[in-house]
């Protein structure tokens, strides 16, 4: 863990973002360059996640004293998941996909096209020479909500800080409430293509029958967080109108849809990032806190959600779906000792450096697998039976399927330290680690 977090600066710190770097050279980290990502919001919230777990242990451990630098680099992660709100001109309701400063001359920086219709980049109002990149995603918002909790919990110090990350957090949910249940961009006035989860939508459309799932578990998870951190009473009574009125927690019984020929993995992350939301609304209040009853009335019916979804991904051995289940979830039931020392293995079995190599693994005659059954929409990738350790597959985000027999990689790309350092402090801060 400390190895990896030198890894993290400078090269991984674009404006407090937390995300891949591109390489001019095949593995030469000297010729580094930062870049725009579409979910820099996403895995700047996740790296954010790690390190509050990492302040919090530090404290429990500390005498007192944590330890300041976690504390700081997460404060500094914020403040950049802020400024993807602030440069939109909607503050707090709104938060880009990503930023960028023309005269960093950036990778993936470019000049806004105003003929652009969807998936745009837009100047910065009242920023000169700033651009900001529109059409956020649901998937940025997991990862928003997901690192909020934490770092009004952990990170934030004073009343005022703990003022500010409300201000964001229920900012953008009241906007998703006011705009009746839609993420709206502000340069456009229209919702974002995945931003919607309202019932019109989610029950009675059937193009969006995949997300009816995903989505309603992400609006139920988000509004409860809000109650228990604030106690504000609409947050509660726009969850009951979800789930009285329009069966929204039987929508969460088939959130991860489990096919040989569609398995998205982008989907199983911000499910989880979602269920953790969920979960750690109920596992950050005391025992006799007013509200622990009324949190556990509202997180009980999706138990069997969580419980058929981890199932379906148990097979991966990853220590963040174990973490957020047996740790965040205090879910049990189907866990047994070997799943512990499985997620400890993939920790330790993790590459130290976290460069895309090309990998290959189709030449290998001790991998189980055929032609079958492929990576998701790749037709000539197949997926292998039972899972390689980390080390011996290609270094990637949460996203990105661990089966992939053949997931290629050009080495000119290297992926920020959060996506080990993430599981690793939750399970350790949940007393996982075996």
Known sequence: AVTLQTFQKP?????????????????????????????????????????????????KHGDGKGDEEARALAWNGFEALEHLSTITGAYPTFVARSLCKVADDELGCPTPDPE??????????????????????????CGHFAAYALVHDHVAQTPEEKARVLKLMEGILMGIIDNDLYFVQPATGKR?????????????????????????????????????ITGNKKYQEQYYDLVNNHKYIENTYNVKIDSAIDENHSDTELIMLAFHSLFYAYQRLDTDHPRKLEVKAMIEPMVVSLKKSFMLMKGELSP??????????????????????????????????????????????????????????????????????????????????????????????????????????LMLFNGLIR
């Open 11 to 59: 090269r991984h710190d674009r404006h407090g973002l937390i995300s891949p770097v591109q390489l001019d050279d095949y593995g030469d980290l000297t010729t580094y360059h930062p870049t725009t990502n579409d979910n820099d919001g996403l895995w700047t919230g996740m790296s954010i996640m790690g390190l509050a777990y990492r302040y919090a242990i530090s404290l």
């Open 320 to 425: 963040l779906w174990l973490g957020i289940y047996a740790g965040t979830a205090e879910q049990t039931d189907i866990i047994r000792d070997k799943d512990f020392s499985d997620a400890t293995w993939s920790l330790r079995r993790w590459a130290m450096d976290l460069i895309t190599w090309d990998v290959q693994g189709s030449q290998r005659i001790d991998l189980d697998y055929t032609d079958v059954f492929n990576v998701r929409l790749t037709a000539g990738r197949p997926v292998m039976r039972h899972i390689r350790p980390a080390s011996e597959r290609s270094a990637s985000e949460w996203n990105s399927d661990p089966f992939d027999v053949n997931p290629g990689g050009n080495g000119m790309c290297e992926y920020e330290p959060g996506t080990w350092l993430l599981p690793y402090f």
């Open 116 to 141: 652009c219709v969807n998936d745009c980049w837009y100047y910065a109002p009242n920023r000169e020479g700033w651009y900001y990149k529109g059409d956020t995603s649901s998937d940025e918002l």
């Open 192 to 228: 974002t293509l995945w931003g919607f989860w309202n019932p019109r939508e989610l029950n009675y459309e059937p193009e969006h029958y995949s997300e009816r799932g995903t989505n309603s578990l992400e609006i139920l998870a988000w509004l409860t967080q809000a109650y228990s």
